[in-house]
T-cell receptor, first 109, second 115 residues
Framework: TQLLEQSPQFLSIQEGENLTVYCNSSSVFSSLQWYRQEPGEGPVLLVTVVTGGEVKKLKRLTFQFGDARKDSSLHITAAQPGDTGLYLCAGVPSHKLSFGAGTTVTVRA | DAGITQSPRYKITETGRQVTLMCHQTWSHSYMFWYRQDLGHGLRLIYYSAAADITDKGEVPDGYVVSRSKTENFPLTLESATRSQTSVYFC??????????????FGSGTRLTVV
């Protein structure tokens, strides 16, 4: 059983559409991180959210941390083919990161 | 070059053989980690190290051994490889423990196949 549940598992959209990826848990986290992984490479950190209710923006990507610090979402506006990849959320139940299984996002040109 | 380097990128080995995966980082990060990534399971922590000569088990440590005699190196050894250890292995490093704002920096991975 994953400590962090991500949904959907797969997402395929057309260029220009919007998408949202969810990361949920029954546990409270001191912080949550989002990573993007491209084929054949390791995950790369996108953002860390720390405060309940926090919203961070990274160009067309908007990250939100739930008020209770148990969930997070990633919203991509006007997706581009370059956004294609595996999106992973990660949280710290103790002092080591625990990862969700990820959402594979495919943006078709 | 600065960064975190894993070697080899690809490895095929036979069941029962010992194999070592190498990880080297140039940032002098205190923390280093080994994860395996499998379809349906995501990234699972095998072992981690908070400093030289300090290591601890993660979620799936059985069949693996680690050492950290130097801050920059964190090799992972499969003592007697099994087919269930076929996976992609990622090494990561961090300035601090995951409970702070410190993100992890990952290597490019080693794809290991046990036949």
């Amino acid at each position: 059983t994953q400590l962090l549940e991500q949904s959907p598992q797969f997402l395929s959209i057309q260029e220009g559409e919007n998408l949202t990826v969810y990361c949920n848990s029954s546990s409270v986290f001191s912080s949550l991180q989002w990573y993007r992984q491209e084929p054949g490479e390791g995950p790369v950190l996108l953002v860390t959210v720390v405060t309940g209710g926090e919203v961070k923006k990274l160009k067309r990507l908007t990250f939100q941390f739930g008020d209770a610090r148990k969930d997070s979402s990633l919203h991509i506006t006007a997706a581009q083919p370059g956004d294609t990849g595996l999106y992973l959320c990660a949280g710290v139940p103790s002092h080591k990161l625990s990862f969700g299984a990820g959402t594979t996002v495919t943006v078709r040109a | 070059d600065a960064g975190i380097t894993q070697s080899p990128r690809y490895k095929i080995t036979e069941t029962g053989r010992q194999v070592t995966l190498m990880c080297h980082q140039t940032w002098s990060h205190s923390y280093m980690f080994w994860y395996r990534q499998d379809l349906g399971h995501g990234l699972r922590l095998i072992y981690y190290s908070a400093a030289a000569d300090i290591t601890d088990k993660g979620e799936v440590p059985d069949g693996y051994v680690v050492s950290r005699s130097k801050t920059e190196n964190f090799p992972l050894t499969l003592e007697s490889a099994t087919r269930s250890q076929t996976s992609v292995y990622f090494c990561a490093s961090s300035e601090g423990p995951g409970s702070t704002n410190y993100g992890y920096t990952f290597g490019s991975g080693t794809r290991l196949t046990v036949v």
